[in-house]
C-alpha cells in the first residue's frame, strides 16, 4: 500500500488499521432512490471496462477517475457502499481495504453523482472510524496538509486540519489555511491523528 511520507521533521505514528464490517440492510427508514444503483453501477461499469482494457495513467486522468488504479495490482482493488452521512443513501468508494482512490455521492435528489475525492501519489485518502475521510496531500518537503472530513450535503467538509508549513505543525481547526491556525508540536499533531483510527474496508471485487 502506497503511502504519502510525511516531511523529516516529524515521524508519525503508525495505527494499525481495524476491520470495518459492512451492513448489509440498508438503512430502513431510507426512502428508495431508483436511480442509485444505475449511477454507481455505471460507474462501476467504466472501471471494470478500464481494467479489462488495461487503461493507462492518462487515460484515467482524461475520465476524472483516479490514475491509481492504474498502477495498483487489479486483484487489490474493489467496490463498497455505505451512508458515510446518515442521510439514508449509500456513498460509492472504489480503491483497496485501507485506501481509498474514488469517492461518489449523489445529490439531494439522488438523480445526479457527485465525485467527493480522486486520490494520486500525493494527495491520499482513507477511511476512518466514525466515517470520517483523511486526506493526507502535500506539495513538497516544506508543505503537507493532514486533514479529516465528514460528508455533508453532497461535499467533503473539514473538521480537523493540520497543516505542515516550512518547519512547523499548525492545528488550524476546520480551516483550510495557517491564517488563524495554533502552532503545535509534533507530539500534539500525533496525538490529534490518533483520535482518529484508519479502518479496514471490507471490498468486492471489480473483477
Not at 48 to 60: H, I
Not at 159 to 166: C, N, Q
Not at 168 to 176: P, Q, R, V
Amino acid at each position: 500500500m502506497r503511502r504519502l511520507r510525511p516531511p523529516q521533521s516529524r515521524k508519525l505514528r503508525r495505527f494499525p488499521l481495524r476491520k470495518r464490517r459492512s451492513n448489509p440492510r440498508r438503512n430502513p427508514a431510507a426512502e428508495p432512490v431508483q436511480n442509485e444503483d444505475a449511477l454507481y453501477d455505471a460507474v462501476l461499469d467504466k472501471y471494470r471496462k478500464a481494467l479489462t482494457e488495461e487503461w493507462d495513467v492518462e487515460d484515467y486522468e482524461w475520465e476524472g477517475m483516479s490514475y491509481l488504479t492504474a498502477i495498483t495490482p487489479a486483484d487489490q482493488i474493489g467496490f463498497c457502499r455505505m451512508d458515510l452521512d446518515g442521510d439514508g443513501r449509500e456513498e460509492l468508494i472504489v480503491g483497496t481495504e485501507g485506501e481509498i482512490f474514488d469517492l461518489y455521492t449523489l445529490n439531494e435528489t439522488g438523480d445526479t453523482l457527485i465525485s467527493l475525492c480522486s486520490a494520486s501519489e500525493r494527495d491520499t485518502y482513507t477511511y476512518c472510524e466514525g466515517n470520517f475521510i483523511r486526506n493526507v496531500g502535500s506539495s513538497g518537503a516544506d508543505n503537507s496538509v493532514d486533514i479529516y472530513y465528514a460528508v455533508k450535503n453532497g461535499k467533503l467538509e473539514p473538521v480537523r486540519s493540520l497543516i505542515f508549513d516550512t518547519d512547523s505543525w499548525y492545528d488550524c481547526g476546520t480551516e483550510l489555511d495557517t491564517a488563524n491556525g495554533t502552532k503545535i508540536t509534533e507530539e500534539q499533531a500525533n496525538a490529534i491523528d490518533a483520535e482518529y483510527s484508519p479502518m479496514v474496508l471490507e471490498l468486492a471485487p471489480l473483477q
